[in-house]
C-alpha cells in the first residue's frame, strides 16, 4: 500500500532516498553522491512516498529560519513521474511546516522543473543562475 510518511537521516529508508536521488539526478552516471554532498542530510527531514516499503519518491527541506525553510531534491521515480505524486509530497511538506509557524518556501528550481513548480504556486525570483551545472531559478511561496 503506498503512502506518505516523514523521517530524518537516521531512517531505515535513508540508504532508499540516497539511491532514489541517485537515479533521478545523475540518471545513468557513473559517479556516485560525494560524501561532502551528503553531509547536510543530517539536517533534513524527508517526505517519503512510499509503495510497499519501496521509496519511489522523495521531497526534503531545511529550516533557514522560524519563519522560512527551504525544499531541497524533490525526487519522483521515472516509472511513476506524471502520476501526481510530487504534488503529494509537496502538499504533506507544505501542511507540515505550516504547522511549524513557517510563513515561506524556498528553493532552487532546477529550469526544467519549474513549470511544476509554478503549477503547485510557487513563484520565480530573480534570474536564471548555474548550480551544479544545470540552469536553476529561484521560486517561492507564502505558506
Avoid: W
Avoid at 531512517?11 to 545513468?28: Q, T
Avoid at 509530497?89 to 501542511?95: R, S, T
Amino acid at each position: 500500500m503506498a503512502n506518505i510518511v516523514t523521517v530524518t537521516y537516521e531512517s531505515e529508508f535513508y540508504p532508499k532516498i540516497v539511491a532514489l536521488r541517485h537515479v533521478v539526478f545523475r540518471g545513468s552516471l557513473e559517479r556516485p553522491l560525494a560524501t561532502a554532498e551528503l553531509e547536510n542530510d543530517k539536517r533534513i527531514t524527508y517526505f517519503v512516498y512510499l509503495d510497499d516499503d519501496e521509496v519511489l519518491g522523495v521531497v526534503e527541506f531545511e529550516n533557514i529560519c522560524s519563519e522560512t525553510v527551504q525544499l531541497r531534491q524533490m525526487a519522483v521515480h521515472n516509472k511513476i513521474q506524471g502520476k501526481g505524486i510530487g504534488r503529494k509530497l509537496v502538499q504533506a511538506l507544505e501542511k507540515h511546516v505550516r504547522q511549524l509557524g513557517v510563513k515561506q518556501i524556498e528553493l532552487d528550481s532546477r529550469c526544467t522543473a519549474r513549470t511544476f513548480y509554478a503549477r503547485v504556486g510557487y513563484e520565480e525570483l530573480g534570474t536564471v543562475f548555474e548550480k551544479g551545472g544545470s540552469p536553476h531559478i529561484r521560486m517561492k511561496k507564502r505558506i
